[in-house]
């Protein structure tokens, strides 16, 4: 791939607390990875294709943490529930209907597109018990050159019977999955338990057997409410704490990524772990303002040196845009700050580097916009008006509290434009 110039005004995270704004900056770009950024060109690149974006914004892409692929179909239906009736009600039947391929099929293309025409490049992705429908998806992400991790739904009990696995076929489908999709190295598999109360203590043994077998990562959702850790503490007796399941049955002797939806009451043992583990949170603002789970103690944990990114959550989170998420981290940051003493907020600066820099530190080399790293990147338009002048900060902050997928402009992945609805036609021959 020939060297090619990006200029505009690029904005991308300094430090946690800082974002580096370049105005009228350069982009080099070989072979997909950024060369170089710079506020004047060198001689040497002058005669260099140079694709200029004038006074719009470009920014890296978004990396979404914790998505449901098959909820896509959910979005914003059944938010008058608290988690488990949303889960028994609306999510379990929904999820059911994916044992059809067809029906994957047609909503997975769907999603894909709509994580490209949202800014979303890298994923981590739930889906569900069917081997069929899991493998379409991991097939289309693959085509897309997306880069994810995701892998089949476990749950063994405390599930409708028209939605569960018996503990060996749950066991024998996620060996299967792993075996057949390990050598990719963009789309790769990840342990899934669903949430520790439909996971039997078998079952979590078997997958701490696979973890160490194939030396694959782990998602799952971790202390996610009150009712949920108290159920999980009921259930394993034996360990106090919903995080030592994990660590007592193996399930984090994998070196894959360890990534924990929600933890927004994490204890001690908790900390400990995710310290231990390198494992890295993910804040999800609408789906647990959705379910009433309650609000992630960020700047808390950020303190004590724990890693967070962001993560959309959908169908919980009801929508795709990780953008939005950057928003609404910083909005109900301020609520926990309001209604509870010693919590403090976060800014916009800091949810942008949780979703950027962080979503990004367990892909490889993406995140920032600096040398080295894959121009994995998105042209935004400026959202500056005439009447109210804004600085550049000010026009990202606008979008994403108040911009959408059209406000995207372009979009490069591993250095290439990359365009939705041909994507999707690629997709539909899957
Ligand atoms: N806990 C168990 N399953 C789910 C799910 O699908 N979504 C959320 N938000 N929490 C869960
Ligand atoms: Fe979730």
Not at 93 to 119: C, H, M, T, W
Not at 343 to 348: D, G, S, V
Not at 397 to 408: A, K, L, Q, T, V
């Amino acid at each position: 791939m020939a060297i090619k110039v990006y200029k505009g005004n690029i904005i991308s995270s300094e430090t946690f607390d800082k974002l580096r704004v370049i105005e009228n900056g350069y982009i080099v770009v070989e072979d997909g990875f950024i060369k170089e950024v710079c506020q004047n060109l060198k001689d040497e690149y002058k005669d260099v294709e140079l694709i200029d974006y004038g006074n719009k914004l470009i920014v890296p892409a978004f990396s979404d943490l914790h998505m449901h692929a098959p909820q896509y179909t959910q979005r914003g239906i059944g938010m008058d529930c608290l988690l488990f009736d949303w889960l028994n009600n609306y999510t379990f039947p929904q999820e059911a209907n994916y044992k059809d391929p067809a029906y994957a099929k047609s909503v997975y293309a769907r999603l894909v597109r709509e994580f490209i025409r949202q800014g979303s490049f890298q994923l981590v992705l739930y889906t569900t018990i069917h081997y069929e429908a899991c493998d379409i998806l991991f097939r289309m992400l693959k085509e897309a050159g997306l880069y994810a991790y995701t892998g089949l739904v476990n749950m063994d009990m405390n599930s409708p019977d028209y939605y569960v696995d018996e503990t060996k076929e749950s066991l024998a489908k996620t060996e299967k999955f792993i075996v057949e999709h390990l050598e990719d190295d963009k789309v790769k598999p990840i342990l899934t338990p669903r949430f520790a109360p439909t996971c039997s203590k078998e079952l979590m043994l078997g997958l701490g057997e696979l973890a160490k077998k194939y030396d694959v990562g782990v998602q799952t959702h971790l202390v996610e409410s009150r009712a949920e850790a108290a159920w999980a503490r009921q259930l394993y007796p034996e360990y106090d704490s919903d995080g030592l399941i994990y660590e007592a049955c193996g399930l984090l002797q994998g070196s894959g990524p360890k990534v924990f939806a929600h933890v927004i009451f994490p204890e001690a043992q908790e900390e400990r772990i995710l310290s231990q583990y390198n494992g890295i949170s993910v804040h999800c603002p609408d789906a647990t303002s959705n379910v009433t789970a309650g609000i992630m103690p960020v700047a808390e944990m950020t303190k004590k040196g724990l890693k967070i990114a962001l993560g959309s959550d959908v169908g919980g989170g009801h929508f795709l845009g990780i953008y939005r998420q950057v928003a609404r981290a910083t909005q109900i940051s301020k609520m926990k700050e309001f209604y509870e003493e010693g919590q403090e907020r976060i800014r916009l600066a800091n949810a942008l580097y949780m979703a950027w820099v962080n979503g990004g530190s367990i892909f490889d080399k993406i995140g920032k916009l600096e040398e080295g790293y894959r121009f994995n990147a998105l042209v935004i338009d400026n959202m500056l008006d005439e009447e109210y002048y804004t600085n550049l900060e000010d026009a990202l902050e606008r979008f994403c509290y108040i911009g959408d997928e059209r406000n995207i402009f372009a979009r490069y992945l591993d250095g290439k434009f990359i365009d939705p609805d041909e994507v999707y036609e690629r997709l539909l021959k899957i």
